[in-house]
């Protein structure tokens, strides 16, 4: 089982609330497409923070079965929004997808979880 923390940064103009909308619509389309655990972490809100939109920028994705779901859902949403984008973590080793054909995308994922024995 490989666990993947994904940030949506967005677009460059994005603030924490459209952030926090763009993550919602990637983890629809994940589970449309298959993926079976996607979450938001938790984590613990700033101190004086009022609300907590930058833990719902955010996605926790446990990989139990095979890589394309979660693949073809990054490629659908990145389509949908081709100017945002999409920071995947595992153990502190980051990958930043954007501006990347679908292809270009496909291998840094794959190559980015085979380094960390997944996919």
Do not use: C
């Not at 103009?13 to 589970?31: G, K, T, V, Y």
């Not at 997808?97 to 679908?102: C, P």
């Amino acid at each position: 089982m490989t666990q993947i923390r994904l940030q949506v940064v967005g677009f460059p103009d994005s603030d924490d609330e459209e952030r926090a909308d763009l993550a919602w619509r990637l983890r629809e389309e994940m589970l449309d497409r298959g993926v079976d655990d996607v979450s938001h972490p938790s984590i613990p809100a700033p101190a004086g923070a009022k609300g907590g939109a930058v833990e719902w920028a955010q996605l926790v994705v446990t990989l139990v079965g095979t890589l394309p779901p979660m693949v073809m859902a990054l490629q659908a949403w990145l389509g949908r929004h081709p100017k945002a984008a999409v920071t995947l973590e595992i153990d502190g080793d980051k990958l930043t997808l954007e501006n990347a054909s679908d292809a270009d995308q496909r291998r840094l994922v794959e190559t980015f979880l085979a380094r960390h024995g997944g996919g």
